[in-house]
């Protein structure tokens, strides 16, 4: 099934109007060299049978586990209305609104969408988004490269792993200097970072909570690092800026995220969508679509893509970014979520998130041989010592019907016995306890498997 | 309409979060605290809903009508892909979950998805490898010209120039231009709308690291002579990137990878159906041969001989992460349910009808509307304003006319090769009916630009609004609902 509508007759009488005998005749302009060596795909099937096909690997994936993994993307409840308005067709079947006359719904929810954003965060100017949370650090950097004109970033090693990775491919061709700082419990190293930040760091990159889960107020870095004419990004986690200070209130220049957790499914890594504001100064400076307010030939209000100068299709090699499609559906999502979640509901899915969190620790807290790291107040997430490595006592707990948490080896060397763990709003007392349980219990075993295993080398 | 903020409430509710069933916590230090609560909507569930069925109203979708955008495949979105998309075994999915010991295996289903369809990428386009990573086409292109600054960094070389057509896409040279190349634009041969070949001789030097080629390009116009192109870039080790935005033209009659292309990228959105969104999420795959193969970024997913799959992480000279995790899983979902409902004959049909449709539209309006490249078009054809211009009927004055007229427009003033431009790309899922009415339409329109050209000032009429104000907008910049 192709979807091609006109029958045979009526592709027949195309042909003639075009003045050829067969189809053939339009492809004349591909030479017979590069003719196609192969083209051996499977037969097209009908929509039952691709349905079927598509039901049996989806059966194949695990995903009724109980989650408990976070590390940027988390399981949070979608209301249903979501789902119901983001999929109607004139939403998802439109493109970038280069028309608006035809296109005033979805510029009106970008706009809005812009509007939540800064809300949220306190910044001034939100754009339409970009493609996740790491491109959109990548993209606040080189931002800041170019308002300062220098070439060095400071990094904390708080943020997320997965996104220095990214930053680090994008720039690998660039003349770009990156210097790290070392987290101190967990938390943002003050003193590194303010050694660190010399003459020629054009930015900071802090997260908050950071990825260990801690939460933090960075003001005093912040003013720190402007008294050296660096600018400061922050990566923030949407939902905790519910409680949490936003970036806004304590001067940061530039506030990225992930906005997954604002109505988009986990849906194995995406789509998601990167958030990103900016202050007033900033905002001729920030890349990606920006929708504006205006009015119309009549005076009517109106919205229209704005400050297009300084995008790829205007500006070609000069533009601020390459981006043109971005995750619009995504950004729809999040924006149609906060408006069903409103004010109070958010600030309770922030208050759930960080209780059942709490909660969780106080188990974890009672269970022989694990540590829960608490030098430093955290939001929904927080590491926890194992009395081995993190990733085998993962497996286990898998088997059980839990997804426990991120072990953090892979990122942070030395810390192959730590499991990062998320809780949101979805999970109950009782999966929190049962999750308690299972853990001590595996321990447990784990130790007798251990012991008798070690009787036995001894031997 | 009016903005979501003012029909806010104070006190009024959307949704019931669940009690909380453990004791509440005050764990975080007040000067951690924002100060007061963000000033989020106050709404009710029919509130919300009513707004944002009242804003869908104000869209216009492939499925409101025709959608001849060029460059940009607004072809027919399945719903099945829909259907399949939203399976839990795939939508709850946590990304994170094969990176625990043993998860790989409970995510079989997800990854032998992602491998498969690397692998019917590869046959549709003659590429050695695919990566499914770059989240939208210009990713892709960014990731491409990334893997071929590895390329060239292995060897020792660090070259600092790209070649681009002046007819390429605009997120060519801005790719290219972010990666760290300077860009250098190539002249298209003003007779045959073809990338000039002997200014491209003279261009080419040591110092070139790739040619980024689309092809059909931008006027719709196959470049035949396309071997020569790679030959002379590969005569001086400098590669050639395809830029995949027009593929929906090509399947089963050309595989760039058959013409010796190094580098291209795929963009499912356009040529796989998956939906645009409202601009985006889209997928940029990105398919290499084989001397690229090890630059691609981590993950790579692997077959085990037990026939199991597997992340594979170990790649020493991997360009590294390009996205979080592998891409955006379900929006390459939708992808590859496309291709399995079609299969290879059903692509082949959408290619020839896709071509055969343009054609046809082009033939009808060449009379009337200046065809600066009078030849067999591709996917798409790019007329001319110009003779209506002359009346002061310009390709944005015609855009306004066919909205009042219930079509959206073709792309405008774009490629900026052509003068005046209408880039027009109706796609293989419209009926022969939809195209005769909209060239009716345009011969309309095309007679009241001679009669009455004073009159089209004052179109779009039967939008919500007409021509908003765009240099107020730039100028007063209302871009949040607060300031």
């Given at each position: 099934m192709s979807f091609v509508a006109n029958t045979p007759a009526q592709r027949e009488e195309m042909l003639r109007a075009c003045g050829v005998s067969s189809v053939d005749e339009l492809f004349a302009d591909i030479p017979a060299s590069v003719a196609p060596k192969s083209f051996r795909l499977p037969p097209g099937?009908?929509?039952?049978?691709?349905?079927?096909?598509?039901?049996?690997?989806?059966?194949?994936?695990?995903?009724?586990?109980?989650?408990?993994?976070?590390?940027?993307?988390?399981?949070?409840?979608?209301?249903?209305?979501?789902?119901?308005?983001?999929?109607?067709?004139?939403?998802?079947?439109?493109?970038t609104p280069y028309q608006p006359e035809l296109s005033q719904g979805t510029l009106q929810a970008i706009y809005e969408y812009q509007t939540h954003i800064c809300r949220l965060t306190g910044m001034d100017a939100a754009n339409a988004s970009m493609y996740d949370g790491g491109t959109a650090i990548y993209e606040a950097c080189q931002m800041a490269l170019h308002t300062t004109r220098r070439s060095r970033i400071v990094v904390d090693e708080g943020v997320n792993p997965v996104y220095r990775k990214m930053l680090y491919s994008y720039t690998a061709n660039l003349d770009i200097d990156f210097t790290e700082v070392p987290t101190s419990h967990g938390a943002c190293h003050r003193e590194l970072i303010e050694q660190t930040v010399g003459d020629d760091v054009a930015a900071v990159i802090l997260q908050n909570p950071n990825f260990f889960g801690v939460v933090d107020n960075h003001e005093d870095v912040v003013a720190r690092c402007h008294e050296r004419g660096s600018l400061v990004i922050q990566s923030v986690y949407p939902v905790a800026m519910a409680l949490l200070k936003p970036p806004g209130e304590i001067g940061v220049d530039i506030a990225v995220g992930e906005g997954q957790s604002l109505g988009?499914?986990?849906?194995?890594?995406?789509?998601?969508?990167?958030?990103?504001?900016?202050?007033?100064?900033?905002?001729?400076?920030?890349?990606?679509?920006?929708?504006?307010?205006?009015?119309?030939?009549?005076?009517?209000?109106?919205?229209?893509?704005?400050?297009?100068?300084?995008?790829?299709?205007?500006?070609?090699?000069?533009?601020?970014?390459?981006?043109?499609?971005?995750?619009?559906?995504?950004?729809?999502?999040?924006?149609?979520?906060?408006s069903l979640v409103g004010k109070e509901g958010m600030r309770e899915v922030a208050q759930l998130c960080h209780a059942?969190?709490?909660?969780?620790?106080?188990?974890?807290?009672?269970?022989?041989?694990?540590?829960?790291?608490?030098?430093?107040?955290?939001?929904?997430?927080?590491?926890?010592?194992?009395?081995?490595?993190?990733?085998?006592i993962a497996g286990r707990l898998v088997e059980r019907g839990i997804a426990p948490g991120l072990p953090l080896g892979r990122y942070y060397q030395g810390m192959e016995n730590y499991l990062l763990v998320a809780v949101t709003e979805k999970r109950t007392k009782a999966e929190i306890g049962n999750f308690a349980e299972v853990l001590e219990e595996v321990l447990a075993h784990y130790w007798d498997f251990e012991e008798e295993h070690s009787e036995r080398i001894e031997v | 309409?009016?903005?979501?903020?003012?029909?806010?409430?104070?006190?009024?509710?959307?949704?019931?979060?669940?009690?909380?069933?453990?004791?509440?916590?005050?764990?975080?230090?007040?000067?951690?605290?924002?100060?007061?609560?963000?000033?989020?909507?106050?709404?009710?569930?029919?509130?919300?809903?009513?707004?944002?069925?009242?804003?869908?109203r104000l869209n216009f979708g492939v499925d409101t009508g025709f959608y001849p955008l060029g460059s940009c495949t607004m072809k027919y979105n399945p719903r099945v892909s829909e259907r399949i998309a939203g399976l839990a075994g795939f939508s709850q999915l946590h990304p994170f979950l094969p990176q625990l010991r043993s998860g790989g295996m409970l995510t079989q289903g997800a990854l032998q998805l992602l491998y498969e369809l690397e692998h019917v990428l590869c046959e549709i386009t003659g590429m050695e490898a695919f990566t499914l990573q770059p989240l939208a086409g210009a990713h892709g292109e960014l990731t491409g010209m990334m893997l071929i600054a590895a390329y060239h960094r292995d060897k020792g070389n660090r070259r600092q120039t790209v070649l681009i057509p002046d007819e390429a896409h605009g997120t060519n040279p801005s790719s290219a231009a972010i990666t760290g190349y300077r860009t250098v634009p190539v002249p298209t041969d003003t007779t045959s709308g073809r990338l000039d070949l002997e200014a491209l001789e003279a261009l080419i030097d040591d110092e070139t690291a790739a040619i980024m080629l689309t092809n059909p390009n931008t006027l719709g116009i196959f470049n035949s002579d396309i071997e020569r192109v790679v030959e002379l870039a590969h005569a001086r080790d400098a590669l050639v990137y395809y830029d995949g935005a027009n593929l929906n033209a090509i399947l089963g009659k050309f595989r760039p990878g058959d013409a010796g292309i190094d580098v291209m990228h795929v963009n499912v959105h356009k040529t796989c159906a998956t939906p645009h969104g409202g601009g985006g999420p889209g997928a940029g795959p990105v398919g290499v041969r084989k001397h690229?193969?090890?630059?691609?970024?981590?993950?790579?997913?692997?077959?085990?001989?037990?026939?199991?799959?597997?992340?594979?992480?170990d790649q020493p000279k991997s360009i590294g992460y390009v996205a979080p995790f592998y891409g955006n899983f379900s929006i390459l979902v939708r992808a590859y349910a496309y291709i399995k409902l079609l299969g290879g004959e059903g692509l082949v049909e959408v290619s020839e009808n896709a071509v055969l449709n343009a054609n046809y539209v082009m033939q009808a309006l060449k009379e009337r509307y200046a065809l600066p490249y009078d030849?067999?078009?591709?996917?798409?054809?790019v007329l001319s304003a110009s003779r209506q211009a002359e009346k002061g009927v310009h390709a944005i004055d015609i855009a306004k006319a066919l909205i009042d007229r219930g079509y959206h427009p073709p792309t405008v003033y774009f490629p900026l090769i052509v003068k005046e431009a209408m880039m027009i790309e109706p796609t293989e899922t419209e009926s022969k009916e939809t195209l005769d009415a909209f060239i009716s339409a345009m011969l309309e329109i095309a007679d009241e630009a001679e009669q009455n050209p004073d009159a089209f000032a004052q179109l779009p009429k039967n939008a919500p609004v007409c021509r908003p104000d765009e240099v107020k907008a730039a100028r007063d910049m209302d871009v949040c609902y607060d300031i």
């Open positions: 099937a009908s929509e039952h049978e691709v349905l079927t096909y598509f039901q049996q690997l989806a059966e194949r994936n695990y995903a009724q586990l109980t989650v408990f993994l976070g590390g940027g993307v988390y399981d949070h409840f979608i209301p249903s209305a979501v789902d119901a308005l983001a999929s109607r067709g004139e939403f998802f079947t439109a493109y988009n499914p986990l849906a194995f890594g995406g789509p998601y969508l990167g958030f990103m504001a900016t202050n007033r100064k900033l905002v001729r400076k920030m890349p990606g679509r920006i929708v504006g307010r205006t009015l119309d030939r009549e005076g009517r209000e109106a919205f229209v893509l704005t400050l297009q100068a300084r995008e790829q299709h205007i500006r070609r090699e000069k533009a601020t970014s390459n981006i043109c499609t971005n995750e619009a559906l995504c950004a729809l999502r999040a924006h149609m979520y906060l059942k969190a709490e909660y969780a620790k106080s188990r974890f807290k009672t269970i022989p041989g694990v540590r829960v790291m608490e030098t430093n107040p955290t939001f929904n997430e927080f590491t926890v010592r194992l009395p081995a490595d993190a990733g085998v | 309409m009016s903005v979501v903020f003012e029909r806010s409430v104070p006190g009024r509710r959307g949704v019931r979060l669940p009690g909380c069933d453990v004791p509440l916590a005050e764990a975080i230090p007040e000067k951690c605290l924002r100060e007061r609560s963000a000033e989020l909507c106050e709404l009710s569930e029919l509130d919300v809903v009513r707004h944002f069925t009242g804003l869908s690229l193969v090890p630059f691609l970024p981590i993950s790579r997913i692997q077959k085990r001989q037990d026939n199991s799959y597997m992340l594979d992480y030849r067999t078009c591709m996917h798409e054809c």
